[in-house]
T-cell receptor, first 114, second 111 residues
Framework: DGGITQSPKYLFRKEGQNVTLSCEQN?????MYWYRQDPGQGLRLIYY???????QKGDIAEGYSVSREKKESFPLTVTSAQKNPTAFYLC?????????????FGAGSRLTVL | QKEVEQDPGPLSVPEGAIVSLNCTYS??????FMWYRQYSRKGPELLMY????GNKEDGRFTAQVDKSSKYISLFIRDSQPSDSATYLC???????????FGTGTSLTVIP
């Protein structure tokens, strides 16, 4: 079945460490996204990418970095510059322009800073 | 004013009840209207989406869009305990990469 795979499901980080969250999709979608979900705050966009080797900052990009070297993959690095990284991180994809503009989500990765 | 407003609840109903979940929005350019169900500690699952206005039905779920009132609804008939989750509405324009989310409504269906 097609879908989005995020790993790891749970991750613990010490302060000052960078961590990378993996996101792989086999839906052949062009666009991919990273969202952060905090209780009571809804979903906030970190980064998105419409095509390989291109990505744009979302509303809360500070302290995060991404790459898009392959269409299927969009990893997110949470750097030590992110002041409050404990959150639930969601990767999503959409088919791209001129098609049904809806999002498909992965199962999420829970990051906890110790 | 937020682009999308959604009552966070919590909403608690007895099993078998009809549930009505709603969102309002301010941007008349929105064309795609999505409903997601999110169980605790899981990713949101797309339940239904509609394009432009009108109704869409899928089993016990019905999505309605009223563009004149900028109001969307999700109805759940014969609600089940397994429907207990947070329901998120989301919207987008025809193309592009901007998606706008409600904050979610927490629903509990009591057996």
């Amino acid at each position: 079945d097609g879908g989005i795979t995020q790993s790891p499901k749970y991750l613990f980080r010490k302060e000052g460490q960078n961590v990378t969250l993996s996101c792989e999709q086999n839906l052949n979608h062009d666009a991919m996204y990273w969202y952060r979900q905090d209780p009571g705050q809804g979903l906030r966009l970190i980064y998105y990418s419409q095509i390989v080797n291109d990505f744009q900052k979302g509303d809360i990009a500070e302290g995060y970095s991404v790459s898009r070297e392959k269409k299927e993959s969009f990893p997110l690095t949470v750097t030590s510059a992110q002041k409050n990284p404990t959150a639930f991180y969601l990767c999503a994809s959409s088919i791209g322009e001129a098609r049904a503009n809806v999002l498909t989500f992965g199962a999420g990765s829970r990051l906890t800073v110790l | 004013q937020k682009e999308v407003e959604q009552d966070p609840g919590p909403l608690s109903v007895p099993e078998g009840a009809i549930v009505s979940l709603n969102c309002t929005y301010s941007n008349s350019a929105f064309q795609y209207f999505m409903w997601y169900r999110q169980y605790s500690r899981k990713g949101p699952e797309l339940l239904m989406y509609t394009y432009s206005s009108g109704n869409k039905e899928d089993g016990r779920f019905t999505a309605q869009v009223d563009k004149s009132s900028k109001y969307i609804s999700l109805f759940i008939r014969d609600s089940q305990p397994s429907d207990s989750a947070t329901y998120l509405c989301a919207m987008s324009v025809n193309t592009g990469n901007q998606f706008y989310f409600g904050t979610g409504t927490s629903l509990t269906v009591i057996p």
